[in-house]
């Protein structure tokens, strides 16, 4: 290291505040908050909302909710507003995200900042210079591309700038290592404090009721879902509670017996003094993310300010909070700085702004953020609880609060999400995401934070986790194994000559032609897939028929058979798909896809209740394995192992029959994701193993061999089967995604036996089995008519029925379509924009057709357009 710059790296060594639990108890300057003196009263003892939490994205929950005209709106914060993280926060806003729906959030997030000012009265202190990632190598350079195949349908600015441009606008810069960058104008900086006290203001404005210091002491949830809130100063009750307690929010979770996983995080960033190169400046510099390097630099007045993200070795978590609780008393405090921990990233700032070595430090800022296991919060109602909403886990909270206040508020008064953001749902963790679970993620999470972000991306700290399944041992060492709600399930299998383990890239990599290979074994012979990490539920009792024509778009399917049902929202858009089988008289099974397992449950658990259905419900997902058996010969080989007729007169499509197969008990639905003949075969997960090494020797002169979930998608694309989370959810209704085979207007319900037709007219089965017709425009919908001898039948008027209705009547806008690609080493991943007459839209999701060589896709796309639209995705 050069004399110039240990020098440099004595001047950025702060002098260390001695503290509690070994923090700092340092407030930023400008950082004031009202005096800590407790209110009188609550106030009421009443709420339709009560948040509890004061940072930015509490306050701006409540601001949205009172905003959008709800009244008795009550925030609780145990210290005062922004106290825990969002006082420290570095400020950063960006329209910039990887994701797609999160596009959405961001973007919101800056149009509210940029006027909030004008609104509330209130300085922001918002400053839009603009940022720009920096690629300093070629893989770097081809993430950029990939992500501007994605940007075009936004309507965001995002553009790919060359070494010249990026120098125009960050003069600063050492260019020896800039091959490109990536520039969103608009982006910039905020100050968390300005912005929480404007939202808190606007909240005041419309109504709502922020209380500080109010600690809440306990949760009570009553019989009928609403909540007592109890605080030092009195109890409230409330129709719902929201947890937006930052680092608090596992301490609030414990109240009612949740574990949520979150951890404390210690992130450092350094401010330094007036540089005289900064200074004379006539412009702000743009945001500088140096992803090799992994820190974020940005100009603070005259100076800089630079925050590093560590890797996972050095980066250090408060895991004392998540085993004791956080300290008493903490809240606008910070931890003791450690720059020997963050020195590399020291390093790589002064290399790329050399004008760091004669800078001066003014602060060293070490404070808490929380994360959850994979970076991203948790937002929305929490399955199990009733009237339990959470927004937590918010690594960068403040380019977040905006758009996440008014995600949630829609949401809260209409009832359904305004648009898709699974990736949010709290309830894709479970009971097996384990306290060791959540830290080694977050170490991971926190580490990879600059890294490459490659199509298919796994990553591999913490795993596996308790659930896997019978075939895991067995089959670990034979594929490349993808992460699937906890469950570990094979991508692709390995063969001699194949170049194993998880190798990412931007074009075809290791698993193309294994992939291909394991595609021909499904269509011409015969494959085993284990499909053990689906949800799966049991419905029985006496409401159960009801409750389930009430649920889904499709018919109820009868006792023996299965079908194929929709869940939609009041908007008539599609919030899960379920394959359904009626087992016996009352009793159902439905399965849905790993990543969907307690976000379908919740909404089912919550029909239940607001319906009063009386039902059982019975999540058997960690109990149950699933094998897929499917192929021509698939009959064939699983004949050999029953005395059950197999044939296709005797078990036919979509039924489902309880059987047994080499003397092992299961329950098999003749139904295959692949569109060739096959069965799903269910069964107590600890036969797993004994069932597949039955299958797999029975199939020895048949050639049967595994295929992965790969293959599997790559054989549902081509037989235009839709999945969901791809070209059908919360963004899409069931008549554009093509899905209106699935979806039955007209149902009727007859002696609890449905049936289906068009108007004008019906035609059912008396109990003497005479046919009769009703006139349908004479029978309104929920009304029971009486037809001959007490004859009883009505039209059911299923969740989202009237919306689609409507959108019918009204014509669609877009509908589904296939278009093939011309490509050759590039494939879309889905998402990637799709132009036509200038103008961009999105592709959904991709099918590689390796006999012909050819890639297809699914898109939506206007009507009017849907033959001329045209693709562009070179790198």
């Known amino acids: 290291m050069s004399a110039v710059l240990r020098g440099a790296l004595r001047r950025l060594r702060p002098p260390r505040w001695p503290g509690p639990l070994g923090a700092a108890a340092l407030r930023l300057p400008g950082v004031q908050g009202r005096p800590k003196t407790s209110p009188a009263s609550l106030g009421k003892d009443r709420a339709d909302t009560v948040i509890i939490g004061g940072g930015c994205v509490g306050v701006s929950l409540a601001y949205h909710l009172a905003k959008a005209g709800l009244k008795d709106v009550v925030l609780l914060e145990k210290s005062e507003l922004t106290a825990g993280s969002t006082w420290?926060?570095?400020?950063?806003?960006?329209?910039?995200?990887?994701?797609?729906?999160?596009?959405?959030?961001?973007?919101?997030?800056?149009?509210?900042?940029?006027?909030?000012e004008e609104e509330t009265g209130q300085p922001v202190g918002f400053h839009q210079p603009g940022s720009i990632r920096i690629a300093s190598t070629p893989t770097r350079v081809d993430?950029?591309?990939?992500?501007?195949?994605?940007?075009?349908?936004?309507?965001?600015?995002?553009?790919?700038?060359?070494?010249?441009?990026?120098?125009?606008?960050?003069?600063?810069?050492?260019?020896?290592?800039?091959?490109?960058?990536?520039?969103?104008?608009?982006?910039?900086?905020?100050?968390?404090?300005?912005?929480?006290?404007?939202?808190?203001?606007?909240?005041?404005?419309?109504?709502?009721?922020?209380?500080?210091?109010?600690?809440?002491?306990?949760?009570?949830?009553?019989?009928?879902?609403?909540?007592?809130?109890?605080?030092?100063?009195?109890?409230?009750?409330?129709?719902?509670?929201?947890?937006?307690?930052?680092?608090?929010?596992?301490?609030?979770?414990?109240?009612?017996?949740?574990?949520?996983?979150?951890?404390?995080?210690?992130?450092?960033?350094?401010?330094?003094?007036?540089?005289?190169?900064?200074?004379?400046?006539?412009?702000?510099?743009?945001?500088?993310?140096?992803?090799?390097?992994?820190?974020?630099?940005?100009?603070?007045?005259?100076?800089?300010?630079?925050g590093p993200y560590e890797s996972e070795e050095k980066m250090k978590l408060q895991d004392s909070w998540v085993t004791n609780g956080v300290p008493p008393g903490f809240g606008k405090e910070l931890f003791e700085s450690d720059l020997d921990r963050i020195m590399e990233h020291i390093e790589a700032a002064m290399e790329m702004v050399p004008i760091l070595r004669k800078a001066d430090i003014v602060n060293t800022i070490a404070g808490p953020i929380t994360y959850s296991p994979d970076i991203l919060p948790m937002v929305g109602p929490h399955q199990g609880v009733r009237n339990y909403w959470v927004a937590i886990g918010f690594g960068y909270g403040i380019i977040h609060a905006g758009g996440i206040g008014k995600y949630l508020s829609d949401w809260i008064l209409e009832g359904e999400p305004p648009f898709d953001l699974i990736e949010l749902d709290p309830n894709r963790y479970?009971?097996?995401?384990?306290?060791?679970?959540?830290?080694?993620?977050?170490?991971?999470?926190?580490?990879?934070?600059?890294?490459?972000?490659?199509?298919?991306?796994?990553r591999f700290a913490g795993r596996p986790t308790e659930r896997t399944s019978g075939l895991y041992d067995l089959l670990k060492s034979k594929c490349s194994m993808g992460f699937h709600a906890g469950w570990e399930q094979p991508h692709w299998f390995y063969k001699p000559g194949d170049e194993t383990g998880y190798k990412p890239s931007f074009r075809r990599t290791n698993w193309f032609d294994p992939v291909g290979r394991e595609?021909?074994?499904?269509?011409?012979?015969?494959?085993?897939?284990?499909?053990?990490?689906?949800?799966?539920?049991?419905?029985?009792?006496?409401?159960?028929?009801?409750?389930?024509?009430?649920?889904?778009?499709?018919?109820?399917?009868?006792?023996?058979?299965?079908?194929?049902?929709?869940?939609?929202?009041?908007?008539?858009?599609?919030?899960?798909?379920?394959?359904?089988?009626?087992?016996?008289?009352?009793?159902?099974?439905?399965?849905?896809?790993?990543?969907?397992?307690?976000?379908?449950?919740?909404?089912?658990?919550?029909?239940?209740?607001?319906?009063?259905?009386?039902?059982?419900?019975?999540?058997?997902?960690?109990?149950?394995?699933?094998?897929?058996?499917?192929?021509?010969?698939a009959r064939q080989v699983l004949q050999k192992l029953t005395n059950e007729d197999l044939s296709d007169g005797s078990f036919k499509f979509l039924q489902c029959k309880?059987?047994?197969?080499?003397?092992?008990?299961?329950?098999?639905?003749?139904?295959?994701?692949?569109?060739?003949?096959?069965?799903?075969?269910?069964?107590?997960?600890?036969?797993?193993?004994?069932?597949?090494?039955?299958?797999?020797?029975?199939?020895?002169?048949?050639?049967?061999?595994?295929?992965?979930?790969?293959?599997?998608?790559?054989?549902?694309?081509?037989?235009?089967?839709?999945?969901?989370?791809?070209e059908m959810n919360c963004d899409t209704n069931p008549l554009e995604a093509g899905l209106e085979y699935f979806v039955k207007l007209n149902k009727v319900v007859i002696d609890s036996d449905e049936v289906t037709s068009e108007p004008p007219l019906l035609q059912a089965k008396q109990p003497q089995n005479k046919l009769i017709a009703v006139n349908l425009t004479t029978v309104l919908p929920n009304i029971y008519i009486d037809l001959n001898e007490g004859f009883e039948c009505t039209l059911t008027d299923f969740i989202g029925k009237q919306a689609l209705k409507q959108i019918k009547e009204k014509g669609l806008k877009r509908r589904l379509v296939y278009l093939t690609l011309e490509t050759d080493n590039v494939d879309p991943e889905g998402n990637e924009s799709v132009w036509h007459n200038g103008k961009a839209s999105t592709i959904e999701s991709i099918l590689i057709l390796h006999e012909q060589n050819l890639t297809l896709c699914f898109k939506y796309e206007c009507i009017i357009s849907v033959l001329l639209a045209q693709i562009n995705l070179k790198l």
């Open 143 to 306: 993430e950029f591309k990939y992500q501007m195949t994605r940007a075009g349908w936004h309507p965001t600015e995002q553009y790919l700038i060359t070494p010249e441009k990026v120098q125009e606008l960050f003069p600063l810069l050492n260019m020896d290592k800039v091959l490109a960058g990536l520039y969103n104008p608009g982006d910039g900086h905020i100050d968390p404090y300005s912005l929480t006290m404007a939202l808190a203001a606007g909240a005041r404005k419309y109504g709502a009721q922020l209380n500080y210091p109010v600690q809440v002491t306990n949760l009570n949830s009553r019989s009928d879902g609403t909540w007592e809130v109890e605080t030092p100063l009195g109890t409230i009750r409330a129709k719902r509670i929201v947890n937006t307690a930052g680092f608090w929010a596992r301490d609030i979770g414990k109240m009612i017996g949740l574990q949520h996983p979150l951890i404390p995080v210690h992130h450092q960033y350094v401010v330094t003094s007036t540089i005289t190169e900064v200074k004379a400046l006539k412009t702000e510099l743009p945001v500088i993310r140096d992803l090799e390097g992994s820190y974020y630099l940005r100009q603070e007045r005259d100076g800089l300010l630079f």
């Open 430 to 458: 479970g009971k097996w995401t384990t306290t060791e679970y959540t830290a080694a993620k977050a170490r991971e999470s926190y580490g990879f934070n600059n890294i490459v972000g490659y199509p298919k991306e796994e």
């Open 88 to 116: 420290h926060a570095a400020g950063l806003t960006t329209y910039f995200h990887p994701g797609i729906n999160l596009k959405k959030i961001h973007a919101y997030s800056i149009k509210l900042y940029e006027k909030l």
């Open 519 to 633: 595609y021909k074994q499904v269509m011409e012979k015969v494959g085993v897939i284990d499909l053990s990490p689906f949800g799966k539920f049991r419905v029985k009792g006496t409401d159960s028929v009801k409750l389930l024509d009430h649920l889904f778009a499709n018919v109820v399917p009868k006792v023996g058979t299965t079908n194929i049902s929709h869940m939609l929202t009041p908007r008539g858009k599609v919030y899960a798909e379920l394959t359904v089988s009626q087992l016996c008289p009352g009793e159902f099974m439905l399965v849905t896809g790993s990543g969907s397992e307690l976000h379908d449950l919740r909404w089912i658990e919550e029909k239940v209740t607001s319906g009063g259905f009386k039902v059982e419900i019975e999540n058997l997902t960690d109990e149950m394995g699933v094998l897929g058996v499917a192929g021509p010969y």
């Open 658 to 726: 309880h059987l047994k197969l080499s003397n092992i008990a299961l329950t098999a639905i003749r139904i295959s994701y692949t569109g060739e003949l096959g069965w799903e075969l269910y069964h107590r997960k600890e036969d797993s193993l004994a069932l597949y090494t039955a299958i797999m020797e029975a199939g020895q002169k048949e050639g049967i061999d595994d295929f992965g979930t790969y293959a599997l998608n790559a054989l549902r694309l081509e037989k235009g089967f839709r999945a969901w989370g791809a």
